[in-house]
């Protein structure tokens, strides 16, 4: 397993963005984020393979999401740009083996961190 700890989670209106970060303690795993609406289960937005960087994304952020890595820093990024109240939730970073294909849920990740907090006002 992997270590990953989050940051960048915060408050903001509707319409703005959010940069979301996450250090990992290696760089040889897929990497994902997920998140987890109040009385909801946790879903899939977006995630990348560490080799070859290709990145998928969950329809709900497509276009409005961008998911990045820098691999020399051991680093995921999530930038969030037209932000929705509906975005609202805690933000999750996850690793998993480094597969061809990314996985879209939760159990093909088994590592996570302690998760980010994200609040769009109306």
């Known amino acids: 397993q992997v270590l990953l700890t989050e940051s960048g989670g915060g408050l903001v209106q509707a319409g703005g963005s959010l940069r979301l970060s996450c250090t990992a303690t290696?760089?040889?795993?897929?990497m994902g984020w997920f998140r987890q609406a109040p009385g909801k289960e946790r879903e899939f937005v977006a995630a990348?393979?560490?080799?070859?960087?290709?990145?998928a994304y969950a329809d709900s952020v497509k276009g409005r999401f961008t998911i990045s890595k820098d691999s020399a820093k051991k680093s995921l990024y999530l930038q969030m740009d037209s932000l929705v109240p509906e975005d609202t939730a805690v933000y999750y970073c996850?690793?998993?083996?480094?597969?061809?294909?990314?996985?879209?849920?939760?159990?093909?990740?088994?590592?996570w961190g302690q998760g980010t907090q994200v609040t769009v006002s109306s």
């Open positions: 996850a690793a998993g083996p480094a597969t061809s294909n990314v996985g879209r849920s939760a159990a093909s990740y088994n590592s």
């Open positions: 990348i393979r560490w080799i070859g960087a290709i990145p």
């Open positions: 290696a760089s040889t795993y897929n």
